[in-house]
């Protein structure tokens, strides 16, 4: 711990004389202001690549900071975009994350890995400029290997989201960074490729918002020299609709050279401690029992609310997973709609009582529902298996509204976990800033989606193991 840091904490103790525990310094955390409007949220390492629904990296660092000391284990067995693992890092704790996105994946490894800026800067440069001289000169080589990289399913995706200029660039440059021999610098690449893709505004994709629970494709595309490639019947339109209907397609080349130059200045080039990434189920986490000192974590949205392979295998198709296999992989996702031979757990009072109340509604629904508590409820369970005792994990949760029904995690989830043994101190709320949030929204307000009226609040609920 820095001598910043140790000062810090013991003032804060000693204005919290009453925080006499961990259960007391809890309720007190989270007492304080846990919105975090007014700072700044994207910056450093957080700022490699756009992701859905991150929370701020204030969040995790100040139950980092209070709640545990120097080479302390800190686990996300759901990490997304690492947030947590880097804030554990710059504090110099021993991060782990665990997910199962391939892309989640790969994005811990780059942002929890150090590098050396000037190789990252020689080698990213040399790709870039033997993509663009394959390109070019030699297109009809480029489709070729285009051609042999995807399976016809894979090609039909690609083709109907990417325009034929953009699948040349983005081929010349996959095809140069797989030949890259060192992996870490690879998957560096691969991250600076990706995030060329998957932003806010679809990137160099046919997208306009990647962010959205469903990519929408634009109606009117414009190539970089403003000639019209395709344009749908926009006359039923407004002005105003017409032109946010429309998209105009950048460079992949120029916007990998915009991202490589501003990855490479935030990435990790001296670090003491350092993060494992675990492909893996937070349901059955590969980790021994009571070995982790907290975990800060937030779990998907029931229902798939938030969808996050639809943005993702815009990518992870470019980087050899084919459309079947992240349909596959997708299917297994905690809050995932398929029920079709799934067990499900028997839910205490509260739990079951929503469950009962949507069955009503919509059978369908409730099964959902079922399958994404039974599933919490395993995580919870392993949760309290690898934590010590004396011990925290908080969960960052928002609520879904299912056939108009507040699923309402905040009395759920306690529920499941005072079942498991935890002990849950209080609750605390935190209204989103949808915009540093990424949530998926329309372009303009609509009082009618359920996604809306939901998604502004947050809940970050301690499950305390003592």
Request: glycine content about 4%; hydrophobic content about 40%; charged content about 25%.
């Amino acid at each position: 711990m820095t001598l910043h840091q140790t000062i810090e904490l013991e003032l804060y103790k000693k204005e919290r004389i009453q925080a006499s525990n961990k259960r007391e310094l809890i309720i007190e955390l989270l007492k304080t202001d846990l919105d975090f409007h007014n700072n700044k949220s994207i910056f450093g390492t957080h700022k490699i690549h756009s992701f859905p629904a991150k929370f701020p990296p204030q969040l995790p660092s100040i139950f980092i900071d209070y709640l545990t000391e120097v080479n302390e284990k800190v686990l996300d067995p759901m990490m997304g975009s690492g947030t947590t693992l880097i804030e554990s890092i710059k504090k110099d704790r021993n991060a782990i994350g665990v997910d199962l996105d391939p892309l989640a994946i790969l994005m811990g490894k780059v942002k929890t890995h150090k590098y050396d800026r000037k190789v990252l800067s020689v080698i990213g440069k040399r790709v870039l400029k033997k993509a663009y001289h394959l390109f070019e000169k030699d297109s009809d080589y480029v489709r070729n290997i285009y051609q042999n990289l995807f399976d016809q399913k894979s090609k039909k995706f690609i083709e109907y989201w990417f325009a034929q200029e953009t699948i040349l660039e983005l081929t010349a440059l996959i095809s140069t960074i797989n030949h890259v021999e060192n992996k870490s610098i690879r998957d560096f690449l691969k991250i600076v490729f990706s995030s060329t893709i998957i932003t806010k505004t679809g990137g160099v994709s046919l997208a306009l918002d990647l962010a959205h629970t469903r990519p929408h494709k634009a109606k009117k595309v414009l190539n970089q020299d403003n000639k019209v490639l395709y344009e749908k019947d926009l006359s039923g339109y407004s002005l105003k609709r017409q032109k946010i209907l429309t998209k105009k397609l950048r460079s992949a080349f120029d916007l990998f050279k915009i991202k490589l130059r501003e990855n490479i200045q935030v990435v990790f080039n001296q670090m003491n401690n350092s993060a494992i990434i675990i492909e893996g189920d937070a349901q059955n986490l590969p980790l021994e029992s009571e070995s982790i000192d907290l975990i800060v974590t937030s779990p998907p949205y029931a229902s798939n609310a938030i969808d996050y392979m639809r943005a993702h295998k815009f990518s992870l198709v470019w980087f050899g997973y084919d459309i079947d296999q992240l349909s596959g992989i997708r299917s297994e996702y905690i809050g995932g709609e398929s029920t079709s031979q799934f067990v499900f757990d028997q839910m205490p009072s509260i739990v079951q009582a929503k469950i009962n109340a949507l069955k009503k509604l919509d059978t369908k629904k409730a099964q959902v529902l079922h399958r994404y508590f039974t599933e919490i409820n395993k995580v919870l369970k392993e949760m309290h298996r690898v934590l010590k005792n004396d011990s925290v994990a908080i969960l960052v949760v928002g609520n879904s509204n299912l056939k108009g029904l507040n699923t309402e995690l905040q009395k759920c989830l306690p529920d499941i976990g005072k079942q498991i043994g935890f002990d849950i101190p209080a609750i605390g709320i935190r209204n989103l800033d949808r915009n540093k949030r990424m949530m998926p929204a329309g372009f303009e307000i609509d009082d009618s989606s359920q996604i809306e009226n939901r998604m502004h609040v947050e809940y970050v609920i301690p499950f305390y193991k003592h």
